[in-house]
Nanobody, 118 residues
């Protein structure tokens, strides 16, 4: 069973940066894609970014040019580098397997809280 642990969130001022980490276990990490998602207070969870097993990346329009997703197969870890943060980026950030999310079979962890203040 896949286990995912997100970390790296925190409180940051507008324009600041954070790097989130997602450590994956119990899964064939190297051969699968992963994605970051977020949920703002009172809103539905939304897609942020994804990276394939071949390092092809895809981003939501609202983070294009500001966020960078990457992976380290040796550490079974996915990263999300977030720059130029805005208050609207505030929310709980989750990591998961996009294929599982798409078919509604994803199991969500605790996520990591990101709070951007002006």
């Amino acid at each position: 069973q896949v286990q995912i642990v997100e970390s790296g969130g925190g409180l940051v001022q507008t324009g600041g940066s954070l790097t989130l980490s997602c450590v994956v276990s119990g899964y064939t990490f190297n051969f699968n894609g992963f994605g970051w998602y977020r949920q703002a207070p009172g809103k539905r969870r939304e897609f942020v970014a994804a990276i394939s097993s071949g390092n092809i990346t895809h981003y939501a329009d609202f983070v294009m040019g500001r966020f960078t997703i990457s992976r380290d197969n040796a550490k079974s870890t996915v990263y999300l580098q977030m720059n130029s943060l805005k208050p609207e980026d505030t929310g709980v950030y989750f990591c998961n397997v996009p294929t599982q999310v798409t078919i509604g079979r994803a199991s969500w962890g605790q996520g990591t809280q990101v709070t951007v203040v002006s």
